[in-house]
């Protein structure tokens, strides 16, 4: 389903949300992920999308046709909210199909049963059809919400966090139901959320927003391994890309006194942002550094395990970075942590305009 | 500060069923730790059980070795912190603190010198003189804390699930807090949470809980890499522990055309087990385009990937197979992977419960 904004515009009272926003899917792509945090134009970009809110200025095509001041009922598309919105009068039954039973011409009752249940079934809530929303559990609720969305054949679903009120195992579940489905079905997913691992596990197309434009749009894997600009680096990475202000002199970076590194291909002298993703400062328990590493020896600040890692907050100097570490243990505040950088694996990026001036070894091999 | 213990204890409300069942657990003097369920698992109710909120229908509450089971809350110095802070919201910080030691009739120096002293615990120096309405939710927390705290004679502090009305942003902060209160004061702290991440963040000691009753208490370390039952394997890490069908053969345990190898004894041990299944956590899994010694092909048929990893989802045989791979690792849907799982990272249930072959 090819999506086409171009120089979107739309302004509120007191903001602009959306400032020159171009976004192009092509046809082939089946769910792209709308990155951004809370505030910075991402439901404002669904309404727009969605036909509930129009443009100031720019344009929206649809599968190549120009859909822009056409309502919201003369578009084909379903919405998935945050909240759980369902009907509390309503069985789950009748919840999910009500998009049917409003649909015009009308669809047999033997046919609306057919779909109800088939979908119900691909999302396992098919044992719940005879009761009411509030007799479920979040995650069920979100189902039929899900479910509801996706009973009838639409060009767009629109998805605006709708995991972002589940627990973790919850959202694993449901992050590999969603990414199927949109496999499955011809509809675009468009995913928006602030979480960079919903976006990095679901969908192969990536969009960064940030104050209301699109800082990056591309292959999932490439937007992470190639980010464009400083601000795709910290929104597109959990933990966020550690951004440290650096000065690159004869070929040196230097980080504070003790992290400093010769640089194979250093752009010349000047003021730059040294971009270090967290799972690349290597924590070595033992041992003595990797050949061609640096080794900073930073104190712990914090260690907080989220799932089977360890984001571990550390401080050098005047330094604060985060690391990643696939050791669960008991951590101290203030224990001594050593770790490793790898030249190869740093970034940096233009300390003024953030725009990237050097991607890692691994970064420029996976863009080929 | 106490050790604290609860034996034999079980409750029900009413003549509802049980909510917990024969909880047996103790906690040791000066222990982080941490009570980890789902919601219905009776988590809350041991809670309320050990701050004497509540009597047990049947069973023992023992602090440092003195039965307390008949004492009521107040009698038994347990500090208690809440989801939502509690406090006088028209006093400031300082008569917050000062509250529960006026009414045990301190003389007000000695009020002013335990105040001071906890405030610079908790940070709250500069915040004294602050109305307590006016402070963030972060800060109130604090001050919730630090009134359950500021007694002499604590011997627990309890915290029932108290971040929930935290914002994400300060949480590492309030959890950096109160971290570094329990390593300075070494005062026994039990934290209730529904959230795995809190809990491993947290304790030194997790005690997990469901429907009611205690399924394992260990370190991080523990519950991570020897789960006793499939559930915490599951419940815990990301993704959860592979979970596979899996039989006795002489020279080890098969799973499909994979085999485990163990020694000849562990075979003859597991024999009659029923119901067989081998736990491996997805990072575990040796994985590999070229082939492993003792290992097995796998089909690749989908890969995830996390930023820093890539999970890669198999099938071996019938059996659907999560792996966790370098995000360097060069594999995609379709390719055949070589799979081998390393003994010791290998989980045994029998029934659904751990069986110990490596001792």
Redesign the interface.
């Known amino acids: 389903m090819k999506l086409e904004l171009r120089d979107a515009v739309k302004r509120f009272r007191t903001a602009t949300a959306l400032d020159g926003l171009t976004l192009e899917v092509q046809d082939d792509v089946d769910m792209v992920a709308i990155v951004a945090p809370t505030g910075s134009g991402k439901t404002t970009l669904l309404r727009v999308l969605a036909g509930l809110d129009g443009l100031d200025s720019g344009s929206l095509k649809v599968r190549g046709e120009d859909v822009t001041g056409v309502h919201v009922q003369k578009r084909n598309v379903s919405m998935v909210y945050q909240k759980f919105v369902n009907y509390p009068s309503l069985r789950v039954f009748d919840n999910i199909a009500s998009p049917l039973q409003v649909a015009r011409p009308r669809i047999a009752k033997a046919e609306i049963e057919r779909r109800v249940h088939a979908i119900a079934e691909k999302l396992g809530i098919d044992m719940y059809l005879r009761r009411y929303p509030q007799e479920l559990s979040g995650g069920q609720r979100q189902r039929v919400a899900l479910a509801r969305a996706l009973v009838k054949e639409v060009d767009l679903v629109l998805l605006d966090e709708p995991l972002g009120n589940l627990d973790y195992k919850l959202r694993e579940a449901l992050r590999s139901d969603l990414k199927e489905l949109s496999r499955e079905r011809d509809a675009l997913f468009v995913y928006a959320t602030p979480e960079p691992i919903d976006a990095l596990m679901m969908a192969s197309h990536v969009a960064v927003l940030s104050e209301g434009r699109v800082v990056q749009y591309g292959r999932t894997r490439e937007v992470h391994a190639v980010p464009q600009h400083a601000e795709v680096g910290r929104r597109f990475s959990e933990p966020p890309m550690n951004l440290l202000a650096c000065r690159v002199e004869d070929g040196h970076v230097s980080a504070g006194d003790a992290f400093r590194f010769r640089l194979a291909d250093a752009p010349s002298d000047g003021a730059f942002l040294l971009g270090i993703y967290p799972h690349h400062l290597r924590i070595l328990e033992d041992g003595p550094p990797k050949p061609g590493s640096v080794r900073i020896e930073a104190r712990l600040e914090f260690a907080e395990v989220v799932g089977s890692d360890v984001t571990l907050r550390l401080a050098y100097e005047e330094h604060t970075v985060l690391a990643l570490s696939d050791k669960i243990r008991s951590y101290h505040l203030d224990e001594t942590v050593k770790v490793d950088v790898d030249p190869n694996d740093v970034y940096l990026f233009d300390a003024r305009s953030g725009d990237l001036v050097r991607a890692s070894v691994r970064g420029r091999d996976a863009r080929g | 500060m106490a050790r604290i213990e609860l034996s034999g204890v079980s409750h029900r409300y009413g003549n509802d069923e049980w909510a917990i069942r024969d909880v047996n657990v103790v906690w040791e003097d000066g222990v982080a730790s941490a009570l980890l369920g789902p919601s219905g698992s009776g988590k809350t109710t041991v809670l309320d059980i050990i701050s004497g909120l509540l009597r047990p229908t049947e069973g023992r509450v023992l602090v440092d070795g003195r039965d307390v089971t008949g004492l009521n809350a107040r009698e038994r110095n347990v500090a208690q912190v809440f989801q939502f802070p509690v406090m006088y919201e028209t006093l400031n910080v300082f008569d917050n603190l000062a509250f529960p030691l006026r009414n045990q009739r301190m003389p007000e120096a000695e009020v002013r010198q335990r105040v001071e002293a906890t405030a610079e615990l908790m940070g709250l120096t500069d915040l004294l003189r602050r109305n307590a309405h006016r402070l963030g939710a972060a800060e109130q927390q604090r001050v919730s804390l630090a009134r359950g705290i500021v007694r002499k004679d604590i011997s627990a502090v309890l915290l029932d699930e108290p971040l929930t009305v935290i914002d994400p942003q300060a949480k ?1 902060h309030l ?2 807090q109160l ?2 209160l329990h ?1 300075r004061t070494g005062i026994t702290m039990i934290y209730v949470t ?4 809190e809990a ?2 947290f304790a ?1 000691q997790v005690t997990v809980m469901n429907l009611g009753a205690v399924v394992q208490t260990g ?3 523990e519950l ?1 890499e020897r789960p006793r039952r499939p559930f915490i394997g ?2 815990i ?4 522990m592979n979970l596979l069908e899996a039989e006795v053969g002489e020279d080890g345990v098969r799973v499909g055309p994979l085999t485990v190898a163990y020694e000849p004894g562990v075979a003859k041990r597991l024999a009659g087990e029923e119901a067989l299944q081998l736990g491996i ?3 575990y899994v040796e994985a590999s385009s070229r082939p492993l010694e003792g290992g097995t092909e796998a089909m690749v048929e989908d890969v ?6 890539l ?1 890669v989802h198999a099938r071996m045989g019938e059996a659907p197979l999560k792996v ?1 791979m370098d ?2 690792a060069t594999v995609a849907s379709g390719d055949s992977l070589w799979i081998r799982f390393p003994a010791e990272h290998v989980n045994l249930y029998a029934a659904g419960e751990r069986i110990e072959v490596n001792a």
């Open positions: 590492w959890r950096r971290k570094a390593e529904h959230d795995q991440h491993l963040t030194d370190t991080p370390t991570h599951y419940f890490g990301s993704p959860g956590r997805p990072e995830d990937t996390t930023g820093h990893s999970i966790t995000e360097a």
